[in-house]
């Protein structure tokens, strides 16, 4: 079955403290990899997608990477409004167009 | 630039009632699906949409139906609500012209069932 696996559930950082989220999945197929992040009482807020192994998306303080199994959302400097969920999704190849399967999300809390 | 607009926002129903949760996107996107977020779970794809016309289920269907008489509009209909739909619901699009495209969701809608 394909799934999708993102660590930790929670991550606390200090202002300043670089740290990385992953994203694992089980490989059968893989047509495009999203990052979103999710304040809390919102929707998911899209920041990233990547599409093969090796590529790489930045966005100010975070910088997405791909790999053939894995992908990795690093966090540099963060500061506390960077606190949120973030959630990783896959669309399979093969599975109609825009059906994401989600992780769990990572909680990230930045103390000042 | 309203984006994906649900409504309402907050709803509590009885058992057994029925309702509609509303979705309006004006981006002209032909893509448009419906999620539900439970904790500790991810969000689930209930239906969705490639066009005025067609839909198709997710992962998750039992107890939910869907239309698309538009493009912009892609409501969600609670047949007999059962506390097991007590969950929030977003509602998402994204323009069909290749794959990977920006999904973007709306807001929300925050339903208990009692």
């Known amino acids: 079955e394909d799934q999708v696996t993102q660590s930790p559930e929670a991550l606390r950082l200090q202002e300043g403290e670089s740290s990385s989220l992953n994203c694992s999945y089980t490989v059968s197929g893989l047509r495009g990899l999203f990052w979103y992040r999710q304040d809390p009482g919102k929707g998911p807020e899209f920041l990233f997608t990547?599409?093969?192994a090796g590529e790489e998306k930045e966005k100010e303080r975070l910088k997405a990477t791909l790999t053939k199994k894995e992908s990795f959302l690093h966090i540099t400097a963060p500061k506390p409004e960077d606190s949120a969920t973030y959630l990783c999704a896959v669309q399979w190849a093969g599975t109609s167009y825009g059906k994401l399967t989600f992780g769990q999300g990572t909680i990230l809390t930045v103390h000042p | 630039n309203a984006g994906v607009t649900q409504t309402p926002k907050f709803q509590v129903l009885k058992t057994g009632q029925s309702m509609t949760l509303q979705c309006a996107q004006d981006?002209?996107?032909?893509?448009m699906s419906w999620y539900r977020q439970d904790p500790g779970m991810g969000l689930r794809l209930i239906h969705y949409?490639?066009?005025?016309?067609?839909?198709d289920q997710g992962e998750v269907p039992n107890g939910y139906n869907v239309s698309r008489s538009t493009t912009e509009d892609f409501p969600l209909r609670l047949l007999s609500a059962a506390p097991s739909q007590t969950s929030v619901y977003f509602c998402?699009?994204?323009?069909?012209?290749?794959?990977?495209?920006?999904?973007?969701f709306g807001e929300g809608s925050w339903l208990t069932v009692v």
């Open positions: 990547l599409y093969s």
């Open positions: 949409s490639v066009g005025a016309g067609i839909t």
């Open positions: 998402a699009s994204s323009p069909l012209s290749d794959s990977g495209n920006t999904i973007y």
């Open positions: 981006m002209n996107h032909e893509y």
